[in-house]
């Protein structure tokens, strides 16, 4: 990966990660609001979620096929094209008149964000020297995990007080800052890496430990995003129905994830991914199984969500440090081959947790997803 910046703004790294909060806002803020979307556009619970579904499918699938027929471009006009892709999609969201044009909607919101986050991971270590490029991309990918922590808090928020709509206002208006940070801070020169062939893009598969951690970051995080993305529906019994007590379960988990997901990086530097990665899911599935036990009161909802996100994020960056091991020459490679996982592990969640909605109740989603933890924790260990 070559450059051809003279002196870029320390500022530049950053507005990157700002840009994947925006982005990301936008994702994990949908769970807070389908209460919202089902009842003003008539569509079941488990209907709405399929628009997180939609998203998250758009992004795994699409996004690289974008981020191909972009590979000779420079990295900023990359940027700004995605980011105006995303902000379109919003606003056509928060106008649409129907459930149909708001997954539309949704879809091209989503190929502007899968365009914009493996990119801004690219232009990032492109931006600083070889030594500091894992912390450059390790910033950029911190922006979702901010998304988590404050975006999708504030616009659930939002959506209970103004509507829903609001709330997608609020997102397109991150992307307008995101839109006027690339512009000001990100330098105009910075060279698009050498295209690699498909055969080189997917060489790192052929080796049967980089599946084996890519499958648990699959099957993992789609036992993560399956209370997650109807946390709505599974802690209707605490909230009342309450936006304002949603989305300070939202807050406190997105706190609670991002101390987990930093304090598990450190631990991985001392004892390894693998074993931060095993830990991680057996205490994910410990959180998982009482979930069922703890929807009916707020106090009790609120120790859940602290206990579950002390280990649903601490995946995270283990996962990454794994692959990275694994195959440091082709780190930005894995790293975007896990972030594709990651959105079908999203998107599988909308499908499986709208069948469990309508099979059992959303109540018992928390079963669900704990043997889907218990899977990936058998899978992780094979390693």
């Known amino acids: 990966m070559t450059s051809t910046v003279d002196t870029p703004s320390r500022w530049a790294v950053p507005v990157l990660g700002f840009g994947t909060f925006a982005v990301g806002t936008c994702e994990f803020v949908l769970a807070g609001v ?27 699938l699409v996004a690289p096929l974008l981020v191909a027929a ?12 995605a980011v105006a892709v995303y902000l379109i999609g919003n606003i056509a969201t928060a106008v649409a008149p129907s459930f149909p044009l708001v997954l539309a909607a949704q879809v091209v919101a989503a190929a502007g964000a899968g365009l914009f986050v493996p990119t801004a991971a690219v232009t990032a270590s492109a931006l600083v020297p070889e030594d500091r490029r894992g ?3 390790a910033a950029v990918t911190t922006g979702f995990t901010a998304a988590t922590a404050l975006g999708a808090p504030l616009g ?21 800052l995101g839109l006027l940070g690339v512009l000001r801070l990100v330098p105009a020169d910075v060279a698009a890496p050498t295209p690699e062939s498909l055969r080189a ?15 648990t970051t699959l099957i993992g995080f789609t036992a993560v995003y399956l209370p997650y993305t109807y946390i709505a529906a599974v802690f209707a019994p605490a909230t009342a129905g309450s936006g304002i007590r949603l989305a300070v379960l939202m807050f406190l988990l997105g706190v609670i994830g991002t101390i987990g997901n930093f304090a598990a990086g450190g631990l991985a530097d001392r004892i390894g991914g693998r074993k931060v990665v095993a830990l991680a899911l057996a205490w994910l599935v410990v959180s998982l199984l009482v979930l069922p036990l703890t929807t009916g009161s707020f106090g009790l909802a609120t120790t ?13 960056t283990p996962q990454q440090h794994r692959l990275i091991t694994l195959s440091p020459g082709s780190a930005s490679v894995l790293v975007s081959l896990n972030a594709a996982i990651l959105y079908l592990a999203i998107a599988a969640s909308g499908i499986i947790g709208a ?11 928390g079963f669900i997803a704990a043997a889907l933890a218990a899977v990936a924790l058998l899978l992780s260990l094979r390693d």
């Open 355 to 365: 069948i469990g909605i309508e099979w059992a109740g959303a109540q018992y989603l």
């Open 34 to 60: 389908l209460p919202q979307l089902s009842d003003t556009l008539g569509v079941s619970m488990s209907t709405a979620g399929q628009v997180v579904t939609a998203f998250a499918l758009t992004c795994a």
């Open 201 to 215: 893009r997917f060489a790192p598969l052929a080796d049967r430990r980089v599946l084996v951690v890519l499958a």
């Open 70 to 81: 972009t590979a000779g471009w420079r990295r900023r006009p990359v940027l700004l094209l």
């Open 304 to 316: 859940e969500i602290v206990f579950f996100g002390i280990a649903a994020f601490a995946i995270t």
């Open 156 to 176: 659930t928020a939002l959506g209970a007080v103004s509507g829903w709509r609001m709330t997608m206002w609020f997102v397109a208006g991150l992307a307008v």
């Open 135 to 137: 912390r450059a991309i």
